[in-house]
């Protein structure tokens, strides 16, 4: 079974705070980590992604950390803003030949920046 | 980053009647697009691989004679829902992949569909 697993389901975190979303796999195969934000009544958003050859990547004041051993991977939005209120995804897919990509979801995180 | 188009934003119809949903890839060619349906509150689970110019792949428990796609150009797949009923209510969402470049994929406004 391709599964990707989320954790917290939900999280609040006060103005100027890190905000970190836990994600572990269990395909070994999958080398393609994305995160997604996503607002409510819109599509998700792609934030940011990580392939397994890298154990960091930061764009912004967003970060994916990557372990390869431990098979999990993690999101950390730093100084974070009300604004960042939203639910986030991560997921991970297998880079098919003939161009296939399925992404495989977490079951989401909903996110809450609190003044 | 690339744009996918998603159209209609919402729609409500009664039952029995068909839903067409267009996803359009604006500046940016897809040999694949996909579709999947939401939830309130829940994770996006994929329905189907819409492919270019061949038949679609549904996953598992996915009734492809409900659930009818089309890809008839590298820049458009339509899901057409088709003899609606309440239980199809949902969020719908397309995405698409960039062609050339392997894994990234993006996403429309997606689609909130009401049968009443």
């Known amino acids: 079974q391709q599964q990707v697993k989320q954790s917290p389901q939900s999280l609040i975190v006060q103005k100027g705070g890190i905000s970190i979303i836990n994600c572990a796999y269990e395909n070994t195969a999958f080398d393609y980590f994305p995160w997604y934000q996503q607002f409510p009544g819109k599509g998700p958003a792609l934030l940011i992604a990580?392939?397994?050859?890298?154990s960091e990547k930061k764009e912004g004041r967003f970060t994916i950390s990557f372990n390869k051993s431990a098979k999990q991977f993690s999101l950390h939005i730093m100084d974070s803003q009300p604004g960042d209120s939203a639910t986030y995804f991560c997921a991970a897919s297998i880079i098919l030949t003939g161009g296939g990509n399925k992404l495989t979801f977490g079951t989401g995180t909903q996110l809450k920046v609190e003044l | 980053g690339a744009v996918v188009s998603q159209h209609p934003s919402w729609v409500i119809c009664k039952s029995g009647t068909s839903v067409k949903i267009e996803c359009r890839s604006l500046?940016?060619?897809?040999?694949?697009m996909f579709w999947y349906r939401q939830f309130p509150k829940q994770s996006l689970m994929l329905m189907a691989t819409?492919?270019?110019?061949?038949?679609?792949?549904?996953e598992q428990g996915v009734e492809k004679d409900k659930f009818l796609i089309n890809h008839a150009s590298l820049t458009l797949s339509t899901l057409t829902v088709t003899s609606a009923h309440p239980e199809d209510s949902s969020f719908y969402i397309c995405?698409?992949?960039?062609?050339?470049?392997?894994?990234?994929?993006?996403f429309g406004q997606g689609t909130r569909l009401t049968v009443v």
């Open positions: 995405s698409a992949r960039v062609l050339g470049r392997t894994g990234e994929a993006f």
């Open positions: 819409s492919n270019e110019g061949s038949k679609a792949t549904y």
């Open positions: 500046d940016f060619q897809a040999t694949t």
């Open positions: 990580i392939r397994p050859d890298v």
